[in-house]
């Protein structure tokens, strides 16, 4: 009796994040893709599944997901990588596979199957960067139809080469766009924050069914709406939003951006004397501005001292605060009178700037 072939094995997956939120990007590939995390490394996740599924698109905290189809830690910065780089791209991967696993999560619409090949390198090489990609492309001869056209923009299907330092990995990208840039986010705000860093934020907060949310300085109003998308998605119910802005205009981009996710009305407020009263948040979450963003960035020390104040009168005792800041001395300096315990700190890169995230419990 003829052997009946095995069917392709799934190919293992990788994520990329923005630096430092590795942790919460695993945790909701685990709980809520019950993924399977096998490595992270900064920037990225690699993690498996049983089986491939549109659900991996739902993911909230990563920037971009791929199917691998090689990686490796031994680059030599040297200009054999390129010979590496083009056998690797023709030997280690089942390029028929992982087309087929891309097709069945983004089945085409309609014209002809356009793709595009993209090399993104970092770190000192002795070759350029196209020279990588010409390597992959020289790899993939004879593995891409030859009816598929390539295009420059908006590609059915993309396969990436990511080189860092010694470090490569290789894939066909399932995500698009959509993945990074919300379509509720409409309207903007300068220095309004990437959506998957205020979906980290949301989950570091930990938001349970009939709690009161509030974000003090909501500019745009992305860490609520995405607390309303995490609560939708987990069916917590009879949560309650609050959010308001400084600046009139933020808080009309907030309600535009806003108006699509649930009943949340933003207000134009003062942080450091909220109309809100004392005891009744459950969970703060806020970036409040950094330092580069004011006119007199010697003011953040006061800022901060006069809004942990208020926030500290209008938490509930044993609730929660996350807070994404680039002056964190400054930040603990105003929490120290209040006595909040530091429960997590994350550093993490926002606008290309260093940051900190931090959450802090009051006490009970
Ligand atoms: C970094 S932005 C927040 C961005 C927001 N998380 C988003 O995703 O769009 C900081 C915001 O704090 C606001 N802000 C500054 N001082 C404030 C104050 N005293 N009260 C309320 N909002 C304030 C600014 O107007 C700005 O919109």
Redesign the pocket.
């Known amino acids: 009796m003829a052997r009946r072939a095995d069917p392709p094995a799934v190919p293992a997956l990788y994520a990329f994040v923005q630096p430092g939120l590795e942790t919460v990007a695993a945790d909701e590939i685990t709980r809520d893709l019950q993924g399977e995390v096998k490595r992270t490394d900064r920037g990225s996740v690699v993690f498996r599944m049983d089986e491939i599924t549109p659900e991996v698109l739902k993911l909230r905290t990563t920037e971009d997901v791929f199917l691998l189809a090689w990686g490796s830690d031994s680059l030599t910065y040297k200009a054999g990588d390129l010979e590496t780089i083009k056998r690797w791209t023709a030997k280690k991967a089942d390029w028929a596979n992982l087309f087929r696993l891309h097709h069945s999560v983004r089945p085409k619409t309609k014209g002809k199957p356009t793709f595009h090949l993209v090399c993104q390198m970092q770190g000192e090489h002795g070759y350029r960067r196209v020279d990588a990609l010409d390597a992959m492309a020289d790899g993939l001869a004879g593995f891409v139809p030859a009816g598929w056209v390539p295009a420059e923009e908006n590609a059915w299907l993309e396969i990436w080469l990511t080189i860092n330092g010694k470090t490569a990995v290789c894939g066909v990208r399932l995500s698009d766009r959509t993945m990074r840039h919300r379509t509720y986010k409409t309207d903007h ?1 300068a ?3 990437r959506p998957t860093v ?1 979906a980290a934020m949301v989950r570091l907060a930990g938001i349970g069914p009939g709690m009161t949310v509030l ?9 609520l709406a995405e607390a309303v998308a995490l609560c939708e998605q987990r069916r917590i119910r009879e949560v309650r939003y609050l959010g ?4 009139a205009n ?1 808080v009309f981009c ?1 309600g535009q951006n806003l108006g699509r996710r649930g009943a949340i009305e933003p207000e134009k ?4 004397e909220l109309p809100v009263p004392r005891r009744v948040v459950d969970r703060l979450i ?5 330092g580069k ?1 004011l006119e007199k960035p010697e003011d953040i020390p006061e ?1 901060y001292d006069n ?1 942990v104040a208020e926030w500290d009168r209008v938490l509930k005792p044993g609730g929660k605060a996350v807070i994404l800041v680039s002056e964190m001395d400054a930040l603990k300096e105003a929490i120290r009178p209040h006595e909040w315990r530091p429960l997590k700190q994350m550093r993490v890169r926002v606008l290309g700037q260093p940051a900190v995230l931090s959450v802090w419990q009051k006490p009970e």
């Open positions: 705000v220095a309004s924050l205020a974000d003090p300085m909501c500019g745009a109003g992305t860490i308001g802005d400084i600046d933020a907030a407020w003062d942080s450091t806020c970036n409040p501005p950094f963003q800022l809004a």
